[in-house]
């Protein structure tokens, strides 16, 4: 399978590491002369750019947060003056300030290439015609992959959301090859084909380019076999730069390729920010090592992954990061017990008759913290006998007793009735920190 650019993604590591301290340097001589928040903050700790001679004096530099984003919300982090930027994305803002990213004319020309060489490492070539299937607008999936595709000289179309029926209308009649999308809206899509009796003989996909919201390999297995394709991961996050971070080789489809000549990861200990070596799971810190408009310094992504520097068999030299399941926000103490998607997820995954679409609702009731499960099931089994709902759903709460220590409520509701399909959607939702707790649900 061809590599997009072979010349940095087969890069001897020394090579790669030489190039990334050049870069590093730069954005750090950059800021200081253009960031006064950066500014401010190394003064403080008594540091200057010659400061960083080698790759592991990174850890020298202070950590960047969210908040950070939102308090210098709309422009007090950009590098340039707003005349050079060429292109605004946000964060949806639901539950506070959105978060602003700038793009330069460079930056956007090196956006499109690592979205390209992500889209090239799931398999989309010129040939291809690709389906955009996220929405367009403020955040940056849609356009990342655009460009990308473009880039690539594939044939785009830029679909964005919708009904499934209209998605698949499409893929047949402008004969589809690849579509790009939540994993999530992809099982629908792939369901709504088993539900309106499509042939599968009927569509021309072979490759799933899927991102944005965490899925185990029991849904990628169910979205490949459903759809007849090969389905990837993809890593994104609009802080940095949106989609082309991170993507999966479909030959090995074991860890995510990071475009290390453009962003520099670090894993810490997400309670005490130590950077952890390679293997190690923890916190994925990023800082952009080219960006113009929006440079950001080791900003504290809140996934958690791990990083392997092992060569691949595709080739690439490029580190992997392991898949991303769970946020350090994502777990959620119950009554003294930690409870994440994931887990939930894998018990959702094993039962029959279960869509691995669902909704964790934590609340406090005298006192007491409660946990509903919502699922959503098949038509059939909400209309079938009443005794097989019933012992699914006893037997859905069971297992997940035993996997999480503690009993939820459970409650089985009608397919394509739970809103899980949006790039970052969230799974388990805290009414406990929004009534009085002073703490804000994250995005
Ligand atoms: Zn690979």
Same mark, same amino acid.
């Given at each position: 399978m061809p590599i997009w650019n072979p010349r940095i993604e087969t890069m001897p590591r020394v090579d790669l590491e030489q190039l990334q301290l050049e870069r590093l340097q730069a954005t750090v001589n950059r800021i200081w002369e253009s960031v006064p928040f950066y500014r401010r903050r190394f003064e403080k700790l008594g540091l200057m750019p010659e400061h960083i001679r080698s790759l592991d004096d990174l850890r020298l530099l202070p950590f960047t947060v969210k908040e950070d984003l939102r308090t210098g919300y709309p422009y007090d982090l950009f590098a340039v003056p707003l005349r050079e930027v060429v292109r605004i994305h946000a964060s949806?803002? @639901?539950t506070g300030p959105p978060t602003v990213g700038g793009y330069t004319k460079n930056d956007l020309r090196h956006w499109r290439e690592l979205a390209a060489r992500v889209l090239s %490492?799931? +398999?989309v070539t010129k040939d291809d015609v690709i389906q955009i299937s996220f929405s367009y607008? *403020?955040?940056?999936?849609?356009?990342?992959?655009?460009q990308g595709a473009e880039e690539i000289g594939a044939s785009v179309i830029p679909v964005s959301a919708g009904a499934p029926e209209q998605q698949i209308g499409i893929m047949q009649d402008f004969r589809t090859t690849a579509l790009v999308g939540t994993p999530s809206y992809a099982l629908r899509m792939a369901e709504t084909l088993g539900d309106k009796a499509v042939p599968r003989s009927s569509l021309h996909l072979r490759w799933g380019i899927l991102g944005s919201a965490p899925w185990p390999e029991s849904v990628r297995k169910r979205i490949e076999d459903l759809l007849g394709i090969c389905a990837t991961d993809n890593y994104s996050i609009s802080e940095v730069m949106g989609p082309g971070v991170s993507g999966e080789c479909a030959e090995q489809k074991s860890g995510l390729h990071i475009n290390e000549d453009h962003l520099l990861c670090e894993i810490v200990d997400p309670g005490s920010g130590e950077v952890l070596p390679a293997g190690e799971s923890g916190e994925l810190v990023i800082t952009t090592l080219t960006k113009e408009a929006f440079p950001i310094i080791r900003y504290r992504t809140g996934d958690l992954t791990s990083l392997s520097l092992e060569p691949c068999p595709c080739g690439r030299t490029l580190a992997r990061m392991a898949r991303v399941f769970n946020r350090t926000d994502d777990i959620v103490i119950v009554g003294g017990v930690k409870m994440s998607p994931s887990q939930i997820e894998d018990v959702i995954c094993q039962m029959e +008759?279960?869509?691995?679409?669902? /909704?964790?609702?934590? $609340? /406090? %009731? +005298? +006192?007491? $913290?409660t946990v509903e499960v919502q699922v959503e099931v098949s038509a059939a089994l909400l209309t079938g006998d009443v005794r097989h709902l019933l012992s699914t759903q006893n037997l859905l709460r069971e297992r997940l007793e035993a996997a999480l220590g503690l009993t939820p409520e459970v409650k089985l509701v009608e397919a394509a009735t *739970?809103? @899980?399909?949006e790039p970052r959607c969230k799974r388990i939702v805290d009414r406990r920190r929004t009534e009085g707790g002073g703490l804000q649900e994250r995005e």
């Amino acid at each position: 399978m061809p590599i997009w650019n072979p010349r940095i993604e087969t890069m001897p590591r020394v090579d790669l590491e030489q190039l990334q301290l050049e870069r590093l340097q730069a954005t750090v001589n950059r800021i200081w002369e253009s960031v006064p928040f950066y500014r401010r903050r190394f003064e403080k700790l008594g540091l200057m750019p010659e400061h960083i001679r080698s790759l592991d004096d990174l850890r020298l530099l202070p950590f960047t947060v969210k908040e950070d984003l939102r308090t210098g919300y709309p422009y007090d982090l950009f590098a340039v003056p707003l005349r050079e930027v060429v292109r605004i994305h946000a964060s949806s803002g @639901t539950t506070g300030p959105p978060t602003v990213g700038g793009y330069t004319k460079n930056d956007l020309r090196h956006w499109r290439e690592l979205a390209a060489r992500v889209l090239s %490492a799931g +398999g989309v070539t010129k040939d291809d015609v690709i389906q955009i299937s996220f929405s367009y607008g *403020l955040l940056t999936d849609a356009f990342g992959f655009h460009q990308g595709a473009e880039e690539i000289g594939a044939s785009v179309i830029p679909v964005s959301a919708g009904a499934p029926e209209q998605q698949i209308g499409i893929m047949q009649d402008f004969r589809t090859t690849a579509l790009v999308g939540t994993p999530s809206y992809a099982l629908r899509m792939a369901e709504t084909l088993g539900d309106k009796a499509v042939p599968r003989s009927s569509l021309h996909l072979r490759w799933g380019i899927l991102g944005s919201a965490p899925w185990p390999e029991s849904v990628r297995k169910r979205i490949e076999d459903l759809l007849g394709i090969c389905a990837t991961d993809n890593y994104s996050i609009s802080e940095v730069m949106g989609p082309g971070v991170s993507g999966e080789c479909a030959e090995q489809k074991s860890g995510l390729h990071i475009n290390e000549d453009h962003l520099l990861c670090e894993i810490v200990d997400p309670g005490s920010g130590e950077v952890l070596p390679a293997g190690e799971s923890g916190e994925l810190v990023i800082t952009t090592l080219t960006k113009e408009a929006f440079p950001i310094i080791r900003y504290r992504t809140g996934d958690l992954t791990s990083l392997s520097l092992e060569p691949c068999p595709c080739g690439r030299t490029l580190a992997r990061m392991a898949r991303v399941f769970n946020r350090t926000d994502d777990i959620v103490i119950v009554g003294g017990v930690k409870m994440s998607p994931s887990q939930i997820e894998d018990v959702i995954c094993q039962m029959e +008759g279960v869509e691995p679409h669902y /909704r964790v609702i934590v $609340d /406090r %009731a +005298g +006192g007491v $913290d409660t946990v509903e499960v919502q699922v959503e099931v098949s038509a059939a089994l909400l209309t079938g006998d009443v005794r097989h709902l019933l012992s699914t759903q006893n037997l859905l709460r069971e297992r997940l007793e035993a996997a999480l220590g503690l009993t939820p409520e459970v409650k089985l509701v009608e397919a394509a009735t *739970l809103d @899980t399909d949006e790039p970052r959607c969230k799974r388990i939702v805290d009414r406990r920190r929004t009534e009085g707790g002073g703490l804000q649900e994250r995005e």
